[in-house]
């Protein structure tokens, strides 16, 4: 397959995005399909820019120029302003960490949080990942607000199952049907032991007042020790407040994909 430059410069970005430990040239060119020659300049072009560098070693690192530059995105959206306030509030409320996510295509994004643990096991991930469709809560919701083709065919190519994942995460069809069924039946998601091992969490989609789409979701999440069941009965009318809030801040905001209609 044949990839235009501007093409190959972001997925070399995207690599080196989920390496900690940054990559080394040949990896990035087994990966890329490319000639160590032409990614060697691919990378020295990044590094003029500012977004990447290399260490002592060889190997290539992101910068935190490409992080700047999407947090003065948002920022200059005021998505993040304007939703912030609803998320310290339900985590506050709850205890636990509060995500929110946005629709990015084929992918939900996770772009602003609010912490409300405050001892024992604090479950904190890094912004910016995108969820695992089947076996996230945040996933859960949203593919529920979809028709059923198209949410098998939104977790077939993201993969039904991820490494990692809890005992309760679906493991087939008829399981991921069972789960979508149960969302749609209860107007959010609850997923207990399923994206990890021990951990559980609730999310609810915020929906365009307007139109129904999709925006995003909100959610709580933590350990399953905390997150009971009878924990989780108590916090889903609180959470689907909140996602009637940020209904009404974010519906505005162009970051927000509102292409894809509620069922």
């Known amino acids: 397959m044949s990839f235009s430059h501007t093409e190959r410069s972001l997925r070399a970005l995207e690599l080196l995005a989920q390496s900690a430990d940054g990559l080394a040239l040949a990896e990035i060119a087994e990966a890329l399909g490319m000639p160590k020659s032409g990614v060697h300049r691919l990378l020295a072009e990044l590094s003029r820019l500012g977004y990447a560098t290399q260490d002592?070693?060889?190997?290539?690192h992101l910068t935190p120029r490409l992080i700047s530059v999407a947090f003065r995105h948002l920022a200059c959206l005021g998505t993040v302003d304007a939703a912030q306030p609803v998320l310290d509030a339900l985590a506050e409320l709850s205890g636990e960490l509060v995500r929110l996510s946005v629709t990015d295509g084929d992918r939900q994004v996770f772009v602003a949080k609010a912490q409300?643990?405050?001892?024992?096991?604090?479950?904190?991930?890094?912004?910016?990942?995108?969820?695992?469709l089947a076996?996230?809560?945040?996933?859960?919701?949203?593919?529920a607000q979809l028709g059923e083709a198209e949410a098998l065919a939104l977790v077939a190519a993201q993969g039904l199952v991820a490494p990692g994942t809890g005992p309760n995460a679906p493991r087939d069809l008829p399981e991921l049907r069972d789960s979508l069924a149960r969302t749609r039946a209860a107007g959010l998601a609850q997923a207990i032991d399923s994206s990890a091992p021990g951990m559980s969490a609730l999310a609810a989609a915020i929906l365009h007042p307007a139109t129904g789409?999709?925006?995003?979701?909100?959610?709580?999440?933590?350990?399953?020790?905390?997150?009971?069941?009878?924990?989780?009965?108590?916090?889903?009318?609180?959470?689907?407040e909140a996602a009637s809030q940020l209904s009404d801040r974010v519906a505005g905001s162009s970051y927000f994909t509102p292409a894809r209609a509620a069922i």
Do not use: N
């Open 213 to 240: 789409a999709c925006l995003g979701t909100v959610s709580i999440g933590g350990p399953s020790a905390r997150l009971t069941p009878e924990r989780m009965a108590a916090l889903k009318p609180p959470l689907l």
């Open 135 to 143: 076996s996230m809560a945040t996933g859960l919701a949203w593919l």
């Open 56 to 60: 002592a070693r060889g190997t290539y």
């Open 116 to 132: 409300g643990a405050r001892g024992g096991l604090i479950y904190d991930p890094q912004m910016g990942e995108a969820a695992h």
